[in-house]
């Protein structure tokens, strides 16, 4: 069975600075990874995805997340964020079936 | 392109009744799947299906059931419910199957039973 995991449930960073979430996946086969934003009283909604290829995947509202086989992580980063990025941040992996795995989540609590 | 409409947005309910959800699809997505969203157990996976098959389903009792019709709406059901079955019940439909593609979400249908 694959699982995500989160290492950190919240992150609090000031305003312009860079930040990394953190996500590490066990998954024994070929994994497709995703990382999702949720705003309060929404949906989930994708901010990048990495299917195959180029292992930096460069996603929307100037995240970037690489994938790396050997240490099995996915990490998210930005150089410099904002105040509208205030929300849970979620990793997700899946298996060729659409099977989905979601991790516990991450808050991002950018501070001014 | 419309996205994913859950039905109803918030509903109140009391323990032992039942109540149904109501799911959307993008036009043209044929898998639909359901998740459950506490803030104490995250995101867990209750089904999903694809054309009108459940083809993968969570660990949950048997008061959850769901269906989809041929038009790829979806309907999931809970019965008898408890005082744990207050959380937000998020809808997500996927175009490609087999094969790996994003899930795209509803806003969520936020339950809370007293």
Known sequence: AQSVTQLDSQVPVFEEAPVELRCNYSSSVSVYLFWYVQYPNQGLQLLLKYLSGSTLVKGINGFEAEFNKSQTSFHLRKPSVHISDTAEYFCAVSDFFNKFYFGSGTKLNVKP | ?114
Not at chain 2, 56 to 83: A, I
Not at chain 2, 95 to 104: D, H, R, S, Y
């Open chain 2, 1 to 114: 392109k419309a996205g994913v409409t859950q039905t109803p947005r918030y509903l109140i309910k009391t323990r032992g009744q039942q109540v149904t959800l109501s799911c959307s699809p993008i036009s043209g997505h044929r898998s639909v799947s359901w998740y459950q969203q506490t803030p104490g157990q995250g995101l867990q996976f209750l089904f999903e299906y694809f054309s009108e098959t459940q083809r993968n389903k969570g660990n949950f009792p048997g008061r959850f059931s769901g269906r989809q019709f041929s038009n790829s709406r979806s309907e999931m059901n809970v019965s008898t419910l408890e005082l744990g079955d207050s959380a937000l019940y998020l809808c997500a439909s996927s175009q490609k199957a087999p094969g790996p593609g994003e899930l795209f979400f509803g806003e969520g249908s936020r339950l809370t039973v007293l």
